[in-house]
């Protein structure tokens, strides 16, 4: 940054790292809740796969009045098993991959925390400050969780471009 740019407090910075925390643990919910969903689909999910395949398996609880026809051996039966099987795994890995991106969220949320209370306690000069969130959110690739806000980081590099 140049010298004549403002200079942020050290009371600005940790306001800063508290509110990209907060932002982050409102994300953190966010995906929580959107997951909750997605589990409770899988719950369904199994529940119809077991459901089918009993029937399937067991066949109908009642005689049917005809026979079955030429050609239906269950075959079709067994592939839309198979692929309520297969949507189903799908379902698995999307909701692993977002439990594993919340729990990236909230170590990133409590990391900010951290840094905004070490800033409050041991730093005293805005500078200092400044490039300590500057490497914090270098080396925890903050600008990755906020798409539609600038970090500090980057607000940095581009005002050294």
Same mark, same amino acid.
């Given at each position: 940054?140049?010298?004549?740019?403002?200079?942020?407090?050290?009371?600005?910075?940790?306001?800063?790292?508290?509110?990209q925390?907060?932002?982050?643990? &409102?994300?953190? #919910?966010?995906?929580?809740? !959107?997951?909750? @969903?997605l589990?409770? +689909?899988?719950?369904d999910?199994? =529940? *119809?796969?077991?459901?089918?395949?009993?029937?399937?398996?067991?066949?109908?609880?009642?005689?049917?009045?005809?026979?079955?026809?030429?050609?239906?051996? &269950?075959?079709? #039966?067994?592939?839309?098993? !198979?692929?309520? @099987?297969?949507?189903? +795994?799908?379902?698995?890995?999307? =909701? *692993?991959?977002?439990?594993?991106?919340?729990?990236?969220?909230?170590?990133?949320?409590?990391?900010?925390?951290?840094?905004?209370?070490?800033?409050?306690?041991?730093?005293?000069?805005?500078?200092?400050?400044?490039?300590?969130?500057?490497?914090? +959110?270098?080396?925890?690739?903050?600008?990755?969780?906020?798409?539609?806000?600038?970090?500090?980081?980057?607000?940095?590099?581009?005002?050294?471009?």
């Amino acid at each position: 940054m140049s010298d004549d740019e403002v200079t942020l407090s050290v009371a600005e910075l940790t306001e800063y790292c508290r509110t990209q925390a907060a932002l982050l643990a &409102g994300h953190t #919910e966010t995906i929580a809740a !959107e997951t909750d @969903e997605l589990l409770d +689909e899988i719950d369904d999910d199994i =529940a *119809e796969l077991r459901t089918r395949m009993a029937d399937h398996t067991n066949g109908p609880e009642t005689p049917t009045a005809t026979p079955p026809t030429a050609g239906s051996d &269950g075959g079709d #039966e067994v592939a839309e098993l !198979e692929d309520l @099987e297969s949507e189903l +795994e799908e379902k698995q890995a999307l =909701a *692993e991959a977002k439990q594993a991106r919340m729990a990236a969220f909230q170590d990133l949320s409590a990391a900010y925390t951290e840094l905004a209370a070490e800033l409050d306690e041991t730093v005293e000069d805005g500078q200092d400050a400044l490039g300590r969130i500057v490497q914090f +959110e270098r080396d925890h690739d903050a600008p990755a969780y906020f798409d539609e806000r600038t970090t500090v980081l980057e607000a940095v590099a581009e005002s050294n471009e």
